[in-house]
């Protein structure tokens, strides 16, 4: 349901690694299944390539017609929308949610076509490639050497409820494309030697069986949290090692991450518990460099906050699903490990279903290296000075009464306050207030006289007694100060250790906000954390940040609600914190609100240095056409003027020359305003395109036209693969460079185009021989309104060649220029193979 209460209607997406896997015809077989159970289903838009089976399965289905849409001189059919909202069917079936629509439909992409039937109520079944995520854009480049221009954001596919993957074999899916069950016969040699190598399928393969995983890993914990399942449903390998940060924690971090790997797909986790008993004290330094050790291996690191270590690790592990979990052996000596044994057997005794395993290590039984004061008197020190302050004074009266020689009121004395300064050591203030107290009577009582009475006679005794009482209570004050100044330590120390964590967090990742706020979550065990605005226009909360699976979308709803600023609140599910976390909470909220000023201030610099390079070029612009406006004008109007004024006197060669001139001016005119008009389109931002195979020795010919065929050599093979592009803007491009080169080409030499493939890529070097530019300048040829030396006067304001780096980057293509052997200047034009696009 959408927040006004209509239904909103269910998506279910068939993912592939490649094209060709079946997606299509898996997505059409869904569609008869459905009608014959009686679904109302109609086919709102399916690609079928040219490929017979598929375009088979859609007989027996209802097609709504596409739109058209008139582009430049072509006609395009796309989605549409309204018509399928108008059918109002139950399901909808459309093909390539990736796709960009042609310039003139009302969304620029199709899976925003979906969002309005989706949001129509009406079910939505579709197709989609791996390499099409906006995620996975990089790493698809580095596999196969091509960067995918249609792409659609993660959360999209992410919000699916249903996500099913149609995988196939590499072998299997080269022997469809063999067989033409792919593509046409005349490109199956180029995608067989490109795009479907071998290796390229089986990594893209991996990619779109790991991004399903995860998928289905976040399906997981929303069912265990929304069911309250606590125990452990381990569906993969997942390995939480605990460090304290000591030396052993790149042995244990090993040995973690060796069990990971045994296992395809599992995961390391490194533990970290800030403040508290074991785990706590750790130099910074030390944990940046366990930290990055960790990330070296393939891990991730993660601090949390808990007083009971155990129960914090235990938390940890079972709310990121973990099956095992790797603690060090104690390094306390067998004699301390009796008094105190470490967290280990409280983690055995807690973990179910997980596996511990303990690992030792060269510094284990060997003891601490230095005595680490607690932060705190726990509940054993505090019984236990109890019991000596009750039972101690007592005990030392009966043993000064057999001890005839320690009978002595100064020695009795001195050995009551020295019990009391111990209880006060080992307990705090009030047992040490009890043992100073019942040692003064006692001591008054058996040591002073008169023996056995309560009557002091001499004031020195008198004073003995006050001092010893004194002392002990100063003595337990300071000692129940320290205590707490250790505490407050500690805590500070655990507070700098979370933020600090968290503003490494931010520096490392892109996304700074959302970065924080999960790492935020994680440290505190949240089920959820959002960053809320308040929007007056809508008088409603809107998320500017948000990490977990149960997430807040107003303060009143949130099991805490931290303020950050009038109109923006910290919001928290899960656990309630304390004082001190909520401190910590603050300060992160505060962090947060200041990055979202850095990035609002940031994007108002873009805006101003897009606006200053805007001005600038105006600037340049009016500076350069002041000239080369006026030349082909003045042309024209003396060509025009002495035609008029000559009357039908003039002679033929006369006539014939000078409308000669007034063409020639005229479609010098017309090339500038074209240009101009290009290079205002490309700063803007505006340009469109329509990429779709082609083959350049179609393109480069069309380019050419009208040139002198004197002067131009092509040399373009037909067996060239094809390239993903618009032909309307290539062709542009590549006309420029032409003209370019044959504007410094000397009368006898020629221009020669040669067209070559490399690797994923096809390359096309447009050659001169011309004057040719220094190094040093060759990048400059590429920026709007720049004449070099080498440019004659009145010949353009240059922009020929920054158009044309425009349209072959907006293509997915590079420009570049090289000296020509043996003079001149070679333009080399790369664009990617059109291998990667179904």
Sequence with gaps: MDPDGHRRGTLRVFLGAAPGVGKTFAMLDEAHRRRERGVDVVVGLVETHGRAATAQMLAGL?????????????????????????????????????????????????????????????????????????SLNDVVESITGIRQQETLPDEVVRRADQIELVDMSPEALRRRLAHGNVYAPEKIDAALNNYFRAGNLTALRELALLWTADRVDDALEKYRHEHDIAELWPARERVVVAVTGGAEAETLIRRGARIAKRPKGGELLVLHVARGDGLAGAAPDALARHRAFTESLGGSWHVVVGDDIATAILDFARGVNANQVVLGATRRTRLAAIVSPGIAPDVVRGSGDMDVLIVTHERAGRGRRSFQRRGSLDARRVTAAWVLAVAGPPLLTLVLRQAADLDALPTVLMLFLTLTIGVALIGGLLPALVAAVAGGLLSNFWFTPPIRTWTVTEPQNALAIAILVAVAVAVSAVVDLSARRAVQATRARAEADILTTLAGSVLRGGDAVPAMLDQLREAFSLAGVALLRRDETARAWVAVGRAGTDVPTDPEHASTAVPVQDDLVLALQGRTLSAEDLRVVSAVGLQAEALLERDRLRAEARSARAERERTATRTALLAAVSHDLRTPLAGIKAGVTALTSSGPEIAADDERALLSDVAQCTDRLQALIDNLLDMSRLDAGAISLVRQPVTLDEIVPRAVDGLPTSTVVVDVPETLPQVMADAGLLERAIANVVENALRYTPAAEKVH??????????????????????????????????????????????????????????????????????????????????????
């Design 753 to 838: 185009i040669v067209g070559e493939q490399l690797r994923d890529t096809v390359v096309l070097r447009i050659i001169d021989r011309g004057p040719g530019v220094p190094d040093n300048r060759k990048n400059d040829i590429f920026t709007a309104f720049q004449r070099l030396g080498d440019v004659p006067s009145g010949h353009g304001v240059g922009l020929g060649l920054a158009v044309a780096r425009g349209f072959v980057e907006a293509n997915g293509g590079t420009i570049e220029a090289e000296d020509t052997p043996g003079g001149g200047l070679t333009m080399v034009i790369t664009l990617p193979a059109a291998g990667g696009t179904p």
């Design 62 to 134: 209802e097609v709504v017609p596409r739109r058209e849409v008139h582009y430049r001189d072509g006609t395009f059919t796309e989605l549409d929308v309204d018509a399928v909202v108008v059918r109002r069917p139950a399901v909808a079936v459309i093909d390539e949610l990736a796709h960009t629509n042609v310039p003139g439909v009302r969304n620029a992409k199709r899976w925003q076509d979906v969002e309005e039937i989706l949001a129509a109520g009406i079910d939505v079944v579709t197709t989609v490639n791996i390499q099409h995520l906006e």
